[in-house]
């Protein structure tokens, strides 16, 4: 019968599109079914993205489609409209936030896939969007938009539950069975829900947001055993409700092709963060939480072929999200002395080298040495700071 997208619900403060979708189903008429659920996260440098910057859609099927919109209408006004205008200002938070501007859009067709790889790509804006059956509010319209339009051809889950009312305006802290969780990282279906290296969790939220969990998954069945097992536990609080949505996380739907090119020089800035200079013109940005992108990208040296992936940002540098060395240049030595095993020193500009040791002279040469890069293949950044949409070098 027709597709309901809905974004840009959420603030720091509050508020969870997801949750705002959660209630909405649970209060349609029972003569609508419910399929298809979908959370897509868009482009990750949007300027008036939400916390998240993951918009929803489903679809509906039934018979009355003017009593369906009267109904959404409704729900519109009462429901939906009043989150506009939520603006937390935190001065811990990375960057200028909007205040929410909720849209919410009704298509009897899927619109065209073009503008879900448009939203997912780049910053759009909202007269570059076709335009709904019906659609409801501002800003929010593009994100759900593209949730709609998102042809899900690669694709994984996400089963999410929601705190009931009384424990998010509690302000308790979240309770989750540990050992539950510690214990999906044996579950080969379902990933990243905990960082090994930091023993972080992952699967649930920080601050004042309905989401208890969420489990990230392979498939549909893996999403909800996992959701289920968590929430069976004695020891996990309750919850209002859980439901798995199709995603396009871990798709890397957001990157274009792979690149090579050969290093001009590296510069090491604070942190350790490090900028790539390379022959093509273009400068790689390989910052500090990246890991071992940053690690490999402070031995490089110029001269070395490296392969990468990455958005490009404002200032035009690629913020890696992928990084290899296809071929390391030789480091250049001076020879030993073949008596004394030391090293030979040059005597100066386009003069001879000579032994520091018993003093003979030798032709000035340079030996090239093999320089082995530290990892062989890809790497990407630790779990806990890889985007949402960035798949896993080992699914590769
Ligand atoms: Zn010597």
Known sequence: MGWLGLDDTDHIGGGCTTDALFELIQNLPKQYVVSSQRLVRLYPFAKQRTRGNAAVAIKIE?????????????????????LKGNLTESENYPRTQSPTDPGMVWFELQPNEDTYWSCVRNEISIN?????????????IIGAT????WPSREFTFEAISWRTNDSVNSGNSRVVDLDRIATLDNDPDTFMSRDLRSNSILISPRGNCPVLFGVRAKTELAASRAAQYLLDSPITESVKGYMVFQTNQATDDHLGHDSSAIVDHILVK???TVKISCNNDVDLMAFAESGDIKNLAQWLEEGD????????????????????????????????????NV???????????????????????????????????WVQPPSDSMRHLSKPIDWK
């Open 62 to 82: 039934g018979d009355d489609y003017t009593e369906l919109l009267a109904h959404l209408d409704k729900w519109w006004n009462e429901k939906i409209e009043p």
């Open 128 to 140: 570059d969007i076709p335009n709904a059956d019906k659609s409801w509010g501002g800003h929010g």
């Open 146 to 149: 593209a949730a709609v339009s």
């Open 270 to 272: 604070q942190r350790g």
């Open 305 to 340: 072929e490296i392969e990468y992936n990455g958005l490009v940002s404002m200032d035009k540098t690629i913020h890696l999200e992928r990084l290899r060395v296809l071929s390391s240049a030789p480091k250049k030595v001076r020879p030993k002395c073949s008596k004394c």
């Open 343 to 377: 090293t030979l020193k040059s005597m100066g500009r386009n003069q001879d080298l000579r032994c520091p040791k018993c003093k003979t002279r030798s032709p000035s040469l340079w030996e090239e040495v093999n320089r082995i890069p530290p990892f062989s293949d």
